[in-house]
Structures are given as structure tokens and as C-alpha cells.
């Protein structure tokens, strides 16, 4: 899809906007896996929930999405941006694992929770989480704490632990992760200057 709008009423499988370039798809119902798979451009908004490995490159390729905005409105599953490489992806719900894996540009904003692992492999983006994560993975050091982050002209209220890495991939990828929803990272804040 290059222009133009699709507008579902319901839900949809797998693949919806896979290599998409422009236009918009708007889908009031719940989306599966590999939504806006290697997206180049455009707009999708998922009204419901999403599956795993969204904006992601399908098994065996490295060309996750370039470009473009995904909003899912709902929650999302497991290595939501996988391998992306940029535009912007906004989930107002929860996450599972994996978050950003391999991630090499763009940004990924989560207002809810994220379940562990976020940013694993990254080497350049944003990882915005507003809700609880269990953990940070211990390839990623405590930078600073930042009052608010921005995201497209919105500015998102924090304050935020602000991480980098992923050192073990020579990343230099930006993870922010709420400081008033995460009282257990406290003990970060020792390393900063």
C-alpha cells in the first residue's frame, strides 16, 4: 500500500500493512501478529490489541520498519519492534518480552508496563516505557534522569532513568523507564555523578 485509506471493522490477521509505504489503515477490532511488517511509510492505528513482532520483519530478514507510525490502542505481544530501523511505534497498553530487540533507530513509546528484557541487542533508537518493568538488562548503564521525554511534538511527563546500550552490541540506543512507576531501580541512581 503506497496511499489511500482502509478502514476494517473487526479483527484482522496476520501481516496488515506488510511493506507498507503510505497511506493509513485504521482496524477497530484487534490485529495479529506482524503488523506493519518492514513498514516504509504511512499510518496504521490498531484500536484493540496486537499480537507479537510488530513493525518486525518477517523470519529470516533484517529489514525491520524504516519509517511511518503504528498506534496500537491496546496491548501488544513479544519483540515489538524487532530490528527496527525507524519511525515511530505508540502502544498505549502493556508489552510482553523483548521489547525493541536488535532495534537500530526509531522510537518506541509504551504508556503501560513492559514484561523484561527491553532494548536487548539495540544499537541506536528510543525506548520510552511510562509503566513497570521488572528489570534492566545488565548490558545497559544509568546515563542521567530526565524530567520529560518527546515523542513526534508530544512531550511525555516523566521523571525518567535514562539507560544506554546496548554495550554488548556497542549500542548507544536510549532506554527511558519511569522513575515513579519503578521505586525497585532506585538503587541505579548510586552510579550517577
Not at 528484557?117 to 511510562?130: K, P, T, V
Request: with cysteine; glycine share 20%; proline share 3%.
Amino acid at each position: 500500500m503506497s496511499k489511500g485509506r482502509v478502514i476494517v471493522e473487526g479483527n484482522v490477521g496476520m501481516h496488515l500493512g506488510e511493506d507498507m509505504r503510505g497511506g493509513e489503515i485504521i482496524v477497530n477490532g484487534n490485529a495479529d501478529s506482524w503488523a506493519g511488517g518492514s513498514m516504509r511509510g504511512g499510518r496504521i492505528e490498531i484500536r484493540g490489541s496486537a499480537g507479537d513482532y510488530i513493525g518486525a520483519p518477517y523470519r529470516g530478514s533484517g529489514e525491520g520498519m524504516s519509517g511511518g507510525l503504528i498506534i496500537i490502542c491496546g496491548d501488544a505481544g513479544r519483540e515489538v519492534g524487532c530490528l527496527m530501523r525507524g519511525g515511530t511505534i505508540k502502544v498505549y497498553g502493556s508489552v510482553r518480552h523483548f521489547l525493541g530487540v536488535n532495534m537500530l533507530d526509531g522510537t518506541i513509546l509504551v504508556r503501560g508496563d513492559c514484561a523484561g528484557e527491553a532494548g536487548a541487542g539495540m544499537r541506536n533508537g528510543r525506548i520510552i516505557i511510562c509503566g513497570w518493568i521488572p528489570s534492566i538488562i545488565p548490558t545497559f548503564t544509568i546515563d542521567s534522569i530526565r524530567p520529560s521525554v518527546d515523542v513526534d511534538g508530544e512531550r511525555i511527563t516523566g521523571p525518567f532513568y535514562r539507560f544506554i546500550g546496548d554495550i554488548a552490541d556497542n549500542g548507544e540506543g536510549k532506554l527511558f523507564v519511569s522513575k515513579a512507576a519503578n521505586p525497585h531501580l532506585s538503587h541505579y541512581e548510586k552510579y550517577l555523578q
